[in-house]
């Protein structure tokens, strides 16, 4: 079983960026695929961004296609999130997601707590 921090929130302005990260212990990251969702308020999780377990293959949400920017480090056991030319509609809590046999977004298995991300108008 994996544990998952995400870490790198914050309040940014439209047009800005901000890089998440996510660190995992108990278990290697290589051994998982991993991703990010997001949950606005009112609204569902959604989800954003994932990577195959050798970072050779990624996947996004359209919503955020050619902005942001998923890669794994699995050496220092960490997921990142790179998210540019952030919109007021990016605003939402932000979670590391892992799976141990499919693609987080097919099957996420383990989540973090979530960090907080806001873009102002």
């Known amino acids: 079983q994996v544990q998952l921090v995400e870490s790198g929130g914050g309040l940014v302005r439209t047009g800005g960026s901000l890089r998440l990260s996510c660190a995992a212990s108990g278990r290697t990251i290589s051994s998982y695929y991993m991703g990010w969702f997001r949950q606005a308020p009112g609204k569902e999780r959604e989800f954003v961004a994932d990577v195959s377990r050798t970072g050779s293959l990624t996947n996004y949400a359209d919503s955020v296609k050619g902005r942001f920017t998923i890669g794994r480090d699995n050496a220092k056991n960490t997921v990142l999130l790179q998210m540019n030319s952030l919109k007021p509609e990016d605003t939402g809590v932000y979670y590391c997601?892992?799976?141990?046999?499919?693609?987080?977004?097919?099957?996420?298995?383990?989540w973090g707590q979530g960090t907080q991300v806001t873009v102002s108008s």
């Open positions: 997601a892992a799976s141990r046999w499919a693609t987080v977004r097919t099957t996420p298995d383990y």
